[in-house]
């Protein structure tokens, strides 16, 4: 079989370049974008690895799905051999109960056709994608935006939800506070149709060694009360003290 090519983003990089020159300089000083796509990788095992590491450090999500994936002939897990599996040996290695039932519906809806298949999805829209395999217990818009860009290599996804690419964006625009889903898609305006590649870069300017954004200050009158409530506490404890002193 012919080996897939990665992507060449040098016409995105063209276009991100002439459309917001903060991000020009943010790419010169990063460089060019290495995001590569794991063709090997099915779509089911993608997702399935998605599950396992979410609310886990990587370290431990990477020993579990090695034990996991130890259960199954040559380290080859399907959906069919994930649901023939017994559920003592799946959670004897690691698996929570919430995750091994997010697992074998993922399974179950890869089989039936609700996930599609590579091939199916590659005449979806990002939109559709994302209302079909968001039904799988456990798995909401963010994992499937990941899979979409780091999966399949849709170029013009903007994931608002994720906490790097909103600090980036609040780091490169010098925003006061984390931008919020609105705010972040009039940035992105000028990113179409490489907000992927864009997003990408807000991972990177997040990385960085330098001051952190800054914290919107609070307003002075939320400070006075902020104050006024700690002096009424100390007035009242040193009130009660002198009672139990009587």
């Known amino acids: 079989m012919k080996p897939q090519t990665q992507p060449e983003w040098s016409q995105a990089l063209e ?3 002439a459309a917001d020159a903060k ?3 943010l790419i010169e000083q990063v460089g060019p974008c290495t995001m ?3 063709h090997e990788f099915s779509i089911f095992y993608s997702l399935a690895r998605s599950i396992v590491y979410q609310q886990l450090a990587g370290s431990a999500a990477a020993a579990i799905l090695g034990r996991v994936e130890g259960l199954f002939p040559k380290g080859k897990m399907t959906p069919k051999n994930l649901l023939a599996m017994e559920e003592t040996a799946l959670r004897g290695a690691g698996l929570s109960q919430n995750k091994l039932m997010a697992l074998r519906d993922l399974a179950a809806k890869c089989l039936d056709g609700t996930v599609p298949n590579k091939r199916a999805l590659a005449g979806m829209e990002n939109e559709e994608i994302i209302e079909r395999v968001s039904q799988v217990r456990g798995i909401g818009r963010w994992t499937v935006e ?3 860009i780091f999966r399949l290599g849709r170029p013009d996804v903007l994931p608002v939800d994720d906490y790097g690419v909103r600090k980036g964006m609040q780091r490169l625009y010098k925003m006061r506070e984390l ?3 609105e705010a972040m898609q009039r ?5 179409h149709p490489w907000c992927s590649v864009g997003s990408w870069y807000m991972w990177r300017c997040s990385e960085l060694p330098g001051p952190k954004p800054r914290v919107k200050a609070k307003p002075a009158a939320a400070k006075k009360a902020a104050g006024t409530r700690k002096k009424t506490a100390t007035k ?3 009130s009660a003290a002198a009672s139990r002193a009587k």
């Not at 940035?187 to 990113?191: D, L, P, S, Y």
């Open 15 to 17: 276009h991100l370049c």
């Open 23 to 25: 991000l020009a300089a």
């Open 36 to 38: 590569a796509i794991p």
């Open 146 to 148: 990941m899979m979409l």
């Open 179 to 181: 931008p919020k889903k």
């Open 187 to 191: 940035k992105a305006r000028k990113w």
């Open 236 to 238: 009242k404890a040193a």
